[in-house]
T-cell receptor
């Protein structure tokens, strides 16, 4: 079975500061990892995904994530956040099986 | 821009009533997914279609739930004899190919409230 743990339910951060949203996964099959963002009253939008190859994945809006197999982690980072990054972020594992999402991390950017 | 659309956006119903939701995927997308999201949780997979074939159903999809995608285009999700525990956001997503690793594009969801 596959599962995802997002270690922080809420992360407040000041504007222009860096941020890391943590994600750990468990999977007994090939690992495909995703980060989605959900803005208020909108559908989920893919930020980035790891399928294979380079462990550092760059996504939209300046986000990146690093796949770490030994630590079973796929943390999301951004060097400088903006007010517009305030949203809910979901890590997911899957691909050949239906996506399994974590509970989400609410990122609040403070001016 | 013709993204994934879902109707209605909100539905309030009384316990025991039947409800039906519609999802229109992005044109020519082969796969269509249904998820359920409750407060404080991530989306949970319910079922998915590849064209008109329903390929997988979650254990979450009780006998009161049924989904169809009759012509491989739009899909409907029906809940019979609704219960208060069915209150949730129902999300639809579509993807272009037949690989599970294809990006899924989500609609805005239908929020169901069962009184």
């Amino acid at each position: 079975a596959q599962s995802v743990t997002q270690l922080d339910s809420q992360v407040p951060v000041f504007e222009e500061a860096p941020v890391e949203l943590r994600c750990n996964y468990s999977s007994s099959v090939s690992v495909y990892l995703f980060w989605y963002v959900q803005y208020p009253n909108q559908g989920l939008q893919l930020l980035l995904k790891y399928l294979s190859g380079s462990t550092l994945v760059k996504g939209i809006n300046g986000f990146e994530a690093e796949f770490n197999k030994s630590q079973t982690s796929f943390h999301l980072r951004k060097p400088s956040v903006h007010i517009s990054d305030t949203a809910e972020y979901f890590c997911a594992v899957g691909g050949n099986t239906p996506l399994v999402f974590g509970k989400g991390t609410r990122l609040s950017v403070i001016a | 821009d013709t993204g994934v659309s879902q109707n209605p956006r909100h539905k309030i119903t009384k316990r025991g009533q039947n409800v039906t939701f519609r999802c229109d995927p992005i044109s020519e997308h082969n796969r269509l997914y249904w998820y359920r999201q409750t407060l404080g949780q991530g989306p949970e997979f319910l079922t998915y279609f590849q064209n008109e074939a329903q390929l997988e159903k979650s254990r979450l999809l009780s006998d009161r739930f049924s989904a169809e995608r009759p012509k491989g285009s739009f899909s409907t999700l029906e809940i019979q004899r609704t219960e208060q525990g069915d209150s949730a956001m129902y999300l639809c997503a579509s993807s272009p190919g037949v690989a599970g690793t294809d990006t899924q594009y989500f609609g805005p969801g239908t929020r169901l409230t069962v009184l």
